[in-house]
């Protein structure tokens, strides 16, 4: 893997050829104040940093995919070029790992760029939880990190990895709740009045929970009539609920509970 140079530097020609945007086209950016980088004078083509070439291929991305206005893009470059960020470093880091990168946003508000795995997290938390009309673009990052690097002197290529994937899914899978039998430990274990429980495998379809409960009431053990022994102090028993539960696939069928 190629190293990226220190402080390299694109120029207009590199974004008509990487990014598919005309020397016409640039000129009409340029002239709505939409183009980052700089000038040596007035009259000579602007000069971009790695994270300034990023943002206009994003940009123009988004104006080839979606058909967005360079106006309305003026809130992404914003955002993008503020002091402190770097979304293209961020990008490479992240590409270095084998991940899928992605960008999501609403252009007006909300911009997010991580790795696919993460942004589907961020959907099935409530990421567009908006009761108004509401339009999201969402592009893979990528394909024009590796035109960036393919324009260098070295160029370079940072692939998406298998392995990884495989590893992420072998880590989720690791982790999550599989059948009924599971999630009934789970959640006996999250039960306030639980004091202590045991598991018995019972088959390769049935376990067995015994769960000593607490009374609610009173936090204190929910206890039998106490038994009196003539040699001593009276032994309180404490009162085990017992509970088969069948290993089925989480979704298909309840829990069956047999007390």
């Known amino acids: 893997m190629g190293e990226i140079p220190e402080n390299p530097t694109f120029t207009a020609s590199d974004v008509r050829e990487v990014g598919g945007v005309s020397y016409r086209q640039l ?8 183009l ?25 991305e988004i104006r080839k995919q979606f058909g967005v206005s360079i ?23 992240m590409m270095r790992h084998g991940i899928a990168v992605l960008i999501l946003t609403d252009l007006s508000r909300q911009f997010d760029m991580d790795g696919d ?5 961020l959907l099935s938390l409530g990421y567009c939880r908006y009761d108004e009309p509401q339009s999201y673009v969402m592009i893979l990052v990528n394909p024009i990190i590796n035109k960036m690097l393919a324009a260098l002197k070295n160029p370079t290529r940072l692939e998406i990895s298998e392995k990884v994937y495989d590893s992420l899914g072998v880590a989720a ?13 789970l959640e006996t274990m999250r039960q306030a009045t639980t004091s202590k429980f045991t598991v018995v495998q019972m088959n390769d379809e049935e376990i067995l929970l015994e769960i000593e ?8 053990r929910v206890q039998e009539p106490r038994v009196h022994h003539e040699s001593g102090p009276a032994t309180p028993i404490s009162r085990t609920v017992v ?17």
């Open 27 to 34: 000129s009409g950016w340029d002239s709505k104040g939409a």
């Open 243 to 259: 509970k088969k539960v069948a290993r089925e696939g989480i979704g298909i069928t309840a829990v069956k509970v047999d007390d």
């Open 71 to 93: 106006e309305k893009l003026a809130w992404l470059q914003k955002f993008m070029l503020q002091d402190g960020a770097n979304h293209f470093l961020a990008a490479v880091k």
């Open 36 to 60: 980052p980088g700089r000038r040596a004078h007035s009259s000579a083509w602007r000069k971009f940093d790695p994270r300034q070439f990023f943002v206009i291929l994003v940009c123009a």
């Open 117 to 121: 795995f993460a942004i589907g997290d």
């Open 173 to 185: 899978a690791a982790t999550r709740v599989r059948d009924s039998a599971e999630f009934a430990v």
């Open 213 to 220: 409960m607490k009374d609610e009431g009173t936090g204190q």
